[in-house]
């Protein structure tokens, strides 16, 4: 049995970030105790902190950091914060016990004593702490017992082991596994797998249609979805599907700056999370589409066409400047939506037949090879 | 009235006298003919029988707006005006601290009596008539001496227009010592004599020791707002904070106004006239009414700050014997003389004959009529227009209860008077609109005055006030006193702003302070929590810390606690 050993791994680990949250609070008690401006340096998770490395395909975050400090009007409500928020994880790291970001903003909200006003009003307020807490950690949210909202799902030729129990992904019915919202090795291994290449589609219908054709078990393949933007869980585990079974990933998203965003979070990571693109993006995953030219390459209906929105033109214009969307082929790429004026859903394929992604589309790019990257 | 006057008369004022020539009694326009003279309608000897002397109470009944009776409710703010400013006058001339009473009631509909009366020195029995129910007699035109009243016109003709709308007469009650007899005189004005007649003159018991009470009826107005009598008591009572007064309005409870200050303001020394502002005319006057005199002795007599040797000086530049008897002076050489005495130095009049406020009193003034958080006042040196010295005095009242959002209130007072007509043709007006308050920390609309919870006091002392008009609505804009004004106004702006940033500052400090002690608990678990360390320890050391980030500011006492500064007056002259 493995389980002791990842007992005690997970202790460990739990043992080491209580450690440095320690550290933290030590430090800035040394400072109070100095009489000085206890302060916590948070690396800025910004695009004026980001860089995107050419080398290794990544965004990955720069070194400029932010003192945040207590006695400092715009900054001492974060600050007090920022521990209230470090103390919740120490209680959940020495317990033994993890919990959704939703929860910790519940177990850290109270009304401040004295005062008409909360520690948290809106976990909109709590969850960019707990990045920021991350970043000046060095510890991941899972590090400090902390989950996301699960979302995703995956099926395929595959067997794992999910948290002690096997789970065989071929042989989950209509609504597949769904993905947890920490895919780390001491969670999730890969224990067989025969799939060829992991496909990843952006809407949840389209990987139903997919599944339902067993389009995985034709084409030897992992079947995954994220609902929309893929979470951490999702892209952590894209990314060790990718390493470790060494099997290249396709991306099928909508024809629109949003489908684009999508792909390109997941194979060179977010400017909020640069801290982790090392360990989630997949600079190799390759574009499948849908692509501009495909209405006419597939002879696509008029009736499959949406205007471009104002926000669609603004964000293609802004995708165009990112370093990681320099290359030509995806100025050229972008160049083609703004200049075409419409943008589709992958389901606009369903016009012309209604498993046409299954039997045509998808099947025949990855044979013609017909891919960005 | 002949108000079928030709069509050319220029004025109607003019044209509808009744003096004025009738109508020329011409029979027919003059036949269109070859001949182009005009037909003679009259000789010299048929229009000097028309031609006589027009009595001062005649003019006033024709041009009573120009002494302030254009219409009702300003007839009856300036009866009730011109009554309290003589009173104080007299009060303040006899050195007793002034104690008056104010009873407006309403007859019938636009028709009120009003009494006012005061604790001064009283009238001899002989001068009532003529005081009351002369036009033009007085004390104080005829010297130059800091006074409320200037020309002597006001009560008088407050007594004819009472007249001349009810018919009803003047009552004067006077009593002038402890001992004697109060007369009750009954009074009406002959206006073609400009002359009093006596209805009635009685000996009265009267409980008072020495005052002087009148009483009289008119047409009038009551209202309130910026022009009515409420607001010049009130206004009034701000700037007398030596002034003891009882109102009685007439549809509201009286309103009592307990002294502020126990002492009279200093008595103004009256001065000769100063050199630098005579003009040509008064100038002949005095060398013609110098008898006996050279024209050296009659400059160094009738003007102040003139030496024997400036008089000398003025002489030679002029190209005048200055041994020849004033009054054989020519025309020519009264003028080369005008010329010469306006090209010399000569010291400016002394400051003793100007009495100013002062800045303590200010202060007391305005806490009478206002609850303000704050009050500042600065009263100038004494400054010199025209060969007229005068000083200017500012003061703020600020915050309280004060409207937030309104314009700021503004008073104008000459010599402690309120001023409540015509602002924007004052000079004091402009000045208020010219400063520009945002540097003073406030909020002021493009051209406006600013918006605070703010009140703003100017008065201006002088022997002789430059008015635009009789009236004696507005100061004029003479660039010497505008300049003063505003010299005054940014002092006060800078004592103000001083106050409100420190405000500011504190208030900054106080919110960020709490600020911090609100988190310091939180911190002070969370850290405790992480640390193990002792939770109270913690948050004192935050506490401790926390000196260093905050700083702790007391308010200043804002109003200036000064002695009053015209208590001793300076012998220093004031700086042309």
Redesign the interface.
């Known amino acids: 049995m493995a389980e002791p050993k990842h007992q005690a791994a997970r202790a460990e680990r739990a043992k080491k970030t209580v450690a440095k949250i320690q550290k933290l609070a030590g430090e800035t008690l040394r400072e109070v105790r100095r009489e000085q401006n206890p302060a916590v340096s948070i690396p800025i998770r910004a695009l004026s902190n980001v860089t995107f490395s050419a080398k290794r395909q990544l965004i990955e975050l720069g070194d400029k950091s932010q003192s945040r400090e207590f006695f400092n009007v715009s900054m001492a409500k974060k600050f007090m914060q920022t521990f209230l928020v470090a103390g919740a994880c120490k209680d959940l790291l020495e317990s033994g016990k993890t919990t959704s970001i939703r929860d910790l903003f519940y177990m850290t909200k109270h009304t401040i004593k004295g005062a008409k006003e909360n520690t948290f009003d809106d976990q909109v307020e709590s969850d960019p702490i707990i990045e920021d807490l991350e970043v000046s950690l060095d510890a991941l949210r899972e590090e400090l017992h902390l989950f996301a909202a699960k979302r995703g799902s995956m099926v395929g030729p595959m067997v794992i082991v999910d948290a002690g129990d096997e789970i065989d992904l071929a042989r989950m019915g209509s609504g597949g596994w769904s993905i947890p919202s920490i895919t780390e090795d001491y969670v999730i291994e890969f224990k067989k797998s025969e799939a060829e290449y992991v496909l990843l589609v952006e809407k949840e219908a389209v990987w139903h249609r997919l599944n339902e054709d067993k389009f995985w078990k034709k084409h030897k393949c992992m079947l995954v979805t994220g609902n929309g933007q893929a979470t951490r869980g999702v892209r952590r585990l894209l990314q060790r599907m990718a390493t470790e079974l060494k099997i290249p990933l396709y991306v099928l998203v909508d024809n629109d700056p949003w489908g684009l965003y999508i792909y390109s979070v997941v194979k060179q990571g977010s400017i909020s999370l640069a801290y982790e693109s090392m360990r989630m993006a997949v600079p190799k995953a390759r574009f499948l589409g849908l692509r501009t030219r495909d209405f006419k390459r597939f002879k696509l209906s008029e009736d499959v066409k949406i205007d471009l929105e104002k926000e669609d033109i603004a964000r293609a214009k802004q995708m165009l400047a990112y370093p990681w969307f320099a290359a030509k082929h995806w100025q050229e790429e972008i160049g083609d939506l703004l200049a075409a004026g419409f943008k589709m859903e992958i389901e606009a394929l369903s016009n012309k037949d209604i498993s046409f992604v299954t039997d045509v589309y998808v099947p025949e790019k990855i044979a013609k090879k017909d891919w960005l990257a | 009235m002949a108000k079928q006057a030709p069509k050319a008369a220029a004025a109607p004022e003019q044209g509808s006298l009744p003096l004025a020539p009738p109508p020329a009694p011409v029979s027919a326009p003059p036949p269109a003919s070859t001949d182009a003279r005009p037909a003679r309608r009259a000789t010299a000897e048929s229009m000097a029988q028309k031609q006589r002397e027009i009595s001062v109470s005649e003019f006033f009944t024709k041009n009573r707006h120009l002494l302030g009776f254009d219409n009702p409710a300003k007839a009856l703010l300036t009866t009730v005006k011109e009554a309290v400013d003589n009173a104080l006058d007299a009060c303040e001339e006899a050195g007793i601290l002034p104690t008056l009473v104010v009873e407006i009631a309403e007859v019938s509909e636009n028709r009120y009596r009003v009494a006012i009366e005061d604790n001064g020195p009283g009238i001899v029995k002989e001068q009532i008539p003529k005081i009351f129910a002369k036009l033009l007699y007085g004390s104080k035109f005829h010297r130059l001496k800091q006074s409320r009243g200037q020309q002597g016109i006001g009560i008088s003709a407050a007594g004819l227009y009472a007249m001349l709308t009810t018919g009803k007469p003047l009552v004067i009650t006077s009593k002038t010592g402890q001992g004697r007899v109060a007369r009750r005189v009954v009074l009406r004005i002959d206006t073609r004599k400009n002359q009093p007649d006596v209805l009635e003159d009685t000996a009265v018991e009267w409980e008072k020791d020495h005052g002087t009470r009148v009483e009289l009826e008119l047409t009038g107005s009551y209202r309130g707002g910026r022009t009515g009598v409420d607001a010049y008591l009130e206004q009034t009572v701000v700037a007398n904070p030596h002034l003891e007064l009882l109102y009685l309005p007439p549809k509201s409870e009286a309103r009592s106004y307990p002294r502020a200050a126990n002492e009279l303001p200093r008595e103004a020394q009256e001065i000769k006239p100063h050199p630098a502002g005579v003009e040509l005319g008064m100038l002949l006057h005095m060398l013609q009414d110098a008898r006996g005199m050279t024209v050296k002795q009659a400059l160094v007599d009738g003007f102040s700050r003139v030496s024997p040797a400036l008089a000398e000086q003025v002489c030679v530049k002029a190209g005048v014997r200055g041994t020849i008897k004033a009054p054989d002076l020519t025309g020519e050489d009264a003028e080369r003389l005008h010329k010469a005495l306006g090209e010399v130095k000569v010291l400016a009049p002394s400051a003793s004959c100007v009495v100013p406020i002062g800045e303590a009193l200010i202060v007391e003034g305005l806490k009478r009529r206002f609850h303000g958080a704050m009050y500042f006042s600065t009263t100038r040196p004494p400054a010199v227009y025209r060969g007229n010295p005068f000083v200017v005095e500012c003061g703020i009242a600020y915050g309280g209860d004060l409207p937030l959002d309104e314009s700021a209130e503004v008073m104008r007072f000459a010599n402690r008077v309120p001023l409540q007509y015509q602002p924007r043709a004052c000079a004091i007006s402009e000045s208020v609109y010219e400063i520009n308050w945002k540097n003073y920390e406030l909020q002021q609309p493009r051209g406006g005055l600013p918006v605070a919870p703010m009140a703003i006091f100017v008065h201006l002392a002088s022997v002789w006030v430059p008015f635009t008009s009789e009236a004696k609505e507005a100061v004029a804009h003479y660039p010497e006193l505008l300049a003063e004004i505003k010299l005054a106004l940014q002092e006060c702006g800078r004592k103000l702003a001083a106050s409100l940033r420190a405000r500011d500052r504190a208030e900054s400090e106080a ?2 302070r709490s ?2 002690e ?2 310091i ?3 002070g ?3 405790s ?3 193990g ?1 002792d939770r109270e320890k ?1 948050e004192l ?2 506490h ?3 000196t ?3 700083k702790v500011i007391e308010l200043p006492a804002p109003a200036a606690a000064a002695p009053p500064d015209d208590a001793d007056p300076p012998a220093a002259d004031a700086s042309a």
């Open positions: 919110k960020r600020i911090f609100r988190y608990p939180e911190l678990a969370s850290l929590k992480i640390t360390d913690i050391a935050f401790r810390t926390m260093n980030f905050v």
